[in-house]
């Protein structure tokens, strides 16, 4: 059984194996260095205490295989995008260019160097082993980060936001890069990107300039990438769109992909999943849900086999009951696929 939990160090190994194995990656990136990953699980291990920390909560899952122990995915959640830095993307705008004299006008697009997004919740860390990208697995572990979101609602901002890898090419190139960052950093695209998820993005505002990027001047490739997800991300990218979330005016600094926006009590999991008690088995037959219980680092979440009562109970099989470590009369979220 496959099932989603808080990040432990014990996992490190596994979780710093699929950072470095990962082809595109499905959302903001992992730290790939062994001491920059300890580090960001065990201030997300310090993020699940009641009390709020003086730092902003960085949560992140793993998708766990049950039975035996294998970690085959990631998922994050900030709290505030930034995390007490700002933010950067690219926003999207245009300027009208007119001549009185010659009676015509033309409206650019432009790109402006942007913190706006700054201290909304943004998803982030999501990656999966490539043979689940179509399994069940990936809706439970993108979808678990909206059930904790539900269980934990005041740690998170009313406004969510999610980075989506742009266009890459089979050779490794980025054509939004290529025609633009790499002007401005004496760095390839794979540096730029791991310095962001290591670091902090402090380093784009001392080297972009500050000045509104003309569109009309990038490569046709780089023009044609603004806003498009990497072909593998596509995906994750709908599953995103169905949950409620849409793409806005920004762009990721350093491929041009998108940036999708959300209200967050307007997600579908939030509004479609109900608290409910847990009581008596059912067995493996019956409609598929999420269903997840616990707080902090107590959280679990998976998909089972579930059954209602006439009541406000809810029955699950005798391997769900294991997998969420708890008892009758305990509280669960359940929503559907």
């Not at 490794?172 to 633009?180: A, E, I, K, Q, T």
């Amino acid at each position: 059984m496959w099932r989603v939990r808080p990040a432990k160090l014990d996992d490190l190994q596994q979780i710093l194996d699929i950072a470095g194995t990962q082809g595109a990656r499905l959302s903001s990136t992992l730290p790939k260095t062994e001491q920059r990953l300890a580090e960001r699980i065990s201030h997300a291990q310090a993020s699940l205490a009641a009390q709020a920390p003086k730092t902003p909560r960085r949560i992140l899952l793993v998708l766990e295989n049950t039975e035996t122990g294998q970690i085959a995915g990631t998922a994050g959640i900030d709290s505030r995008a930034g995390n007490g830095e700002p933010f950067y993307n690219y926003r999207r705008d245009h300027l009208i260019h007119a001549s009185h004299e010659l009676g015509t006008s033309r409206r650019v697009e432009v790109l402006y160097p942007s913190h706006g997004l700054t201290d909304h919740t943004l998803l982030c860390a999501f990656s999966l082993r490539p043979e689940l990208r179509e399994t069940t697995a990936f809706e439970l572990l993108s979808r678990a980060r909206m059930l904790f979101i539900a269980s934990h609602r005041d740690w998170f901002s009313s406004r969510m936001v999610v980075e989506i890898q742009g266009v890459q090419n089979e050779d490794g190139r980025v054509p939004f890069w290529d025609s633009l960052g790499r002007h401005f950093f004496n760095m390839d695209f794979e540096t730029a990107d791991q310095y962001s998820g290591q670091l902090s993005k402090t380093f784009i505002a001392e080297l972009m300039p500050p000045n509104p990027i003309y569109v009309t001047l990038l490569s046709d490739s780089a023009q044609a990438a603004i806003g498009q997800p990497h072909r593998q991300t596509r995906a994750n990218y709908e599953l995103l769109q169905q949950e409620g979330f849409l793409p806005g005016n920004y762009l990721d600094i350093f491929d041009g992909g998108p940036v999708l926006e959300a209200r967050t009590d307007g997600l579908r999991t939030l509004i479609t999943s109900h608290p409910k008690t847990l009581h008596g088995s059912h067995d493996e037959h019956g409609e598929n849900c999420l269903v997840a219980a616990g707080e902090g680092e107590h959280f679990r979440c998976l998909l089972t086999p579930m059954a209602e009562t006439l009541t406000d109970d809810v029955k699950v099989p005798v391997s769900a009951w294991m997998g969420l470590e708890k008892s009758a009369g305990d509280r669960a979220r359940i929503s559907p696929l």
